[in-house]
């Protein structure tokens, strides 16, 4: 939510450009380092603890942007939000595939995606509107979210632990990592949700600029309503194309967003607002089929003693994605303009997407083969023992033939 507020902290405390981009990178810089050190702490303590341990910090960053009175504050808050976040994070991960094992493990990376897409777009939204509307702008949206988190801390005391007992050791220290044997699908992970939230990164911290201009209106909402529109659309493709095996859906994702990042670059050039918010919607749902696939693909070769550990490692690689090309472009911007960066930051997206887009259609190529070697004539459930054994990974089989019939 902090998003749409930045704009009125520089206009009240005199802040410049490029103090508001160190204070998103404190935060994306907190995520990190609480990945690192903390991402497997779950594996050894328990999911639960660990979540609302996360929870508790992201209450207490709520009261530091409540009392902010400065940048100093500012940079305070984010880097308390930013360890919270990077201690729950791997946990809740991990937790949402082991409350579904033995069901469809694809729900829990569906879960994942659709709340992660509404707290984008609802999160934009809302802060907008309580900055264009509510009493005290720069107070109220944190103390509404520090209810929700209190909900939240109450709700938590009420789901199971995931961890057996006598699997739990205490809180053990440990780096995240990457087992050999999966590394494989790892990396199409990887690639997949660093062209999702690179984009993310990029629309999050150029839409203030960018929507009001488009749109002709200095109202708050306009950037709420762009970052809904990219937030809701990037929860449909998880609603409605589940079936499609992972590696099909990254690919779909990396083309919707060669598609949407190239037609929001000409939209920029051509003063179109209808072209934007168009733009917005298709590059949404790119992210959702990209990070649907993602989720997936990891979900289903993570160990089960370690999952933690890879999702720590996998959200690693979507906060670096996230933040380095946001910050690298919040200097930019006051060289180039937002246009220029958007541009050219795009057009670096748009060529790891094609990137991703080849390696998802090798992949699931091969997946098909070893599917047909290993005599599987029907496509297996996912997460099924035949499943796994066709692909010697967990990810799902199932003929590239979708994609190219499409």
């Known amino acids: 939510m902090p998003s749409p507020l930045y704009r009125l902290y520089t206009v009240r405390w005199h802040l410049p450009t490029s103090t508001v981009t160190l204070i998103y990178a404190t935060y994306c810089l907190g995520v990190l380092v609480s990945l690192l050190v903390f991402g497997r702490v779950s594996d050894t303590w328990g999911r639960r603890p660990v979540i609302m341990t996360g929870l508790a910090g992201l209450l207490a960053s709520m ?97 199971p632990e995931t961890v057996p007992r006598e699997s739990r050791s205490g809180v053990r220290i440990a780096a995240p990592g990457v087992p050999r044997q999966i590394r494989a699908p790892f990396v199409l992970a990887g690639l997949a949700i660093t062209c999702a939230w690179s984009i993310i990164g990029i629309y999050l911290g150029l839409a203030g600029t960018l929507a009001p201009a488009l749109l002709h209106t200095a109202s708050p909402l306009a ?45 920029l050039s051509a003063d179109s607002a209808v072209s934007f918010v ?28 370690g999952r ?25 911007v006051r060289r180039m303009g937002a246009v220029a960066t958007f541009q050219i930051f795009g057009a670096g997206i748009v060529v790891v997407s094609v990137g991703t887009l080849l ?9 098909h083969r070893a599917t047909r070697a290993a005599g599987v004539t029907t496509p297996a459930g996912p997460g099924s023992a035949a499943d796994s054994q ?16 499409r």
């Open 308 to 332: 933690a550990q890879v999702m720590a490692a996998f959200y690693i690689v979507a906060y670096a994605a996230i933040s380095l090309p946001a910050v690298a472009a919040g200097f930019a």
């Open 359 to 367: 390696s998802a259609v090798a992949w699931q190529r091969a997946r």
């Open 63 to 159: 009261g530091l942007f409540v009392y902010a009175s400065g940048a100093a504050w500012l940079f305070a808050a984010r880097a308390v939000q930013g360890l919270a976040t990077g201690i729950a994070i791997s946990a809740s991960g991990a937790a949402l595939l082991e409350l579904r094992q033995g069901r469809d493990p694809a729900t829990a990376s569906l879960f994942n995606v659709v709340a992660s897409a509404l707290g984008v777009g609802a999160g934009g939204l809302l802060g907008a509107v309580l900055l264009q509307f509510a009493p005290g702008p720069l107070v109220t949206p944190f103390v509404v979210l520090a209810v929700l988190i209190l909900v939240l801390l109450l709700g938590m005391t009420a789901v």
């Open 390 to 405: 066709a692909t010697g990974s967990g990810v799902e089989p199932g003929g590239f033939q979708g994609l190219r019939q």
């Open 223 to 267: 950037a709420g309503l762009a970052i809904l529109a990219l937030g809701g659309a990037s929860a449909v493709p998880p609603l409605v194309a589940r079936a499609l095996p992972p590696a099909v859906q990254i690919a779909w994702g990396t083309l919707a967003l060669i598609g949407g990042v190239a037609s929001m670059a000409w939209s």
């Open 278 to 305: 168009a733009a917005s919607v298709v590059i949404g749902v790119g992210v959702g089929f990209a990070m649907f696939g993602a989720l997936r693909t990891v979900g289903a070769a993570a160990p089960p003693d």
